[in-house]
């Protein structure tokens, strides 16, 4: 079932969905003007280059991993391999979905059933963009926070320092980690509780702590974790970015 969602994705999203995935924003063009300047002059970028009104402003980039990928693949197969090797990590996402749900024990059929629904759920946003990585990296996360043998602090350490110089998506992941340590620690205190309740609490909070510790891993140092704080406490930002805003005001 897994490969089938696989495959189906891999086919359809680059058949029916080319002109969003490159044309959706204008996202795209500036993650590879970027990626090719990191690749020109053997650095990130720590000044805004682009920016008319504010030229040589401080820069912080919160997808260095990602637009290096994108930027390799556009040199080797132009804009079709970025839209394909999108569509790749998409499909890739919702097929970890399936697989995760049948070895929770949940009948294939459902699980492909739901797996589906998901991506069709999700499809609004889906553009040749950074964040794409986040949904296969919430999904692995969710799995080894679900699995009978919890993770390792290394398996933690290893996934949120990948993903925190791919994406800013770590954030969630980080607050996925305290939810589980809340719920488990919650379970520990009832009185049918099972008996590892409180030592996948104490898991989930390690897991919590390095992704904290793993933010500061980047290019940026601790200035990447200050730029989230500061763009989360920005009002023009919040009513005026789309993911955002309420329901009401879009």
Avoid at 19 to 39: F, K, Q, S, V
Avoid at 63 to 68: A, D, I, P, R, W
Avoid at 101 to 116: H, K, Q, V
Wanted: glycine letters at 8%.
């Amino acid at each position: 079932m897994p490969a089938i969602v696989f495959l189906f994705w891999l086919v359809v999203t680059p058949l029916l969905l080319a002109n969003r995935m490159l044309n959706a924003d204008g996202d795209l063009p500036r993650h590879l003007r970027h990626g090719e300047t990191i690749l020109a002059t053997g650095d990130v970028l720590r000044r805004e280059l682009f920016t008319y009104t504010r030229p040589g402003i401080e820069f912080v980039g919160m997808e260095v991993g990602s637009q290096l990928l994108y930027t390799w693949v556009h040199r080797m197969a132009g804009l079709a391999g970025v839209e394909l090797a999108a569509s790749a990590i998409i499909a890739a996402a919702f097929a970890l979905v399936a697989a995760f749900l049948i070895r929770r024990g949940t009948d294939p059929l459902l699980a492909f059933l739901t797996a589906m629904a998901a991506a069709m759920v999700g499809m609004l946003h889906w553009v040749a963009r950074p964040h794409v990585v986040s949904y296969v990296f919430i999904v692995l996360l969710l799995a080894m926070l679900e699995r009978e043998r919890p993770p390792k602090w290394w398996q933690f350490a290893l996934l949120f320092l990948t993903w925190t110089n791919l994406h800013g998506g770590w954030v969630f992941g980080g607050l996925l980690c305290g939810i589980y340590m809340v719920g488990w620690f919650l379970e520990a205190r009832l009185a049918h509780a099972p008996p590892d309740a409180l030592a996948r609490a104490r898991n989930a909070l390690m897991g919590g702590l390095i992704a904290a510790a793993a933010c500061f891993v980047n290019p940026y140092g601790a200035r990447l974790p200050a730029h989230i704080v500061y763009h989360f406490k920005e009002r023009f930002l919040l009513d005026n970015t789309n993911e955002f805003r309420s329901p009401t005001s879009t």
